[in-house]
């Protein structure tokens, strides 16, 4: 069973930066869009980045469009969400998650994802 392992987060203060990563030893890692989601206590898990294994394409929730940025390092079986200006309503456990791609079109459905990982808390202090 193929795990993924997030790391990068933190407490950091409003307006502040993370990086956070996450390795996927053991996925085919090109066939998979990977995507990042989030869940604040109290509240659903919620989208918030995908990234293609296509073509390294782009979709953010509107809540993080222009500070949050994905990438990928496919050499390195590897995912990043660089996550700048910070706010408290950022703080979250932020999962990420592979979704097996065939069609071309960008996986960022909850119900979409094969796999995930445990998670990495990101607390924002205002």
């Known amino acids: 069973q193929v795990q993924l392992v997030e790391s990068g987060g933190g407490l950091v203060q409003a307006g502040g930066f993370l990086r956070l990563s996450c390795a996927a030893p053991g996925l085919t890692f090109t066939a998979y869009d990977m995507d990042w989601f989030r869940q604040a206590p109290g509240k659903e898990r919620e989208f918030v980045a995908a990234i293609s294994r296509s073509d390294g394409s782009t979709y953010y929730a509107d809540s993080v469009k222009g500070r949050f940025t994905s990438s990928r390092d496919n050499a390195k079986n590897t995912v990043y969400l660089q996550m700048n200006i910070l706010k408290p309503e950022d703080t979250a456990v932020y999962y990420c998650?592979?979704?097996?791609?065939?069609?071309?079109?960008?996986?960022?459905?909850?119900?979409?994802?094969?796999?995930w990982g445990r998670g990495t808390q990101v607390t924002v202090s205002s």
């Open positions: 998650a592979g979704g097996y791609s065939v069609t071309g079109s960008l996986k960022y459905n909850d119900y979409e994802m094969n796999f």
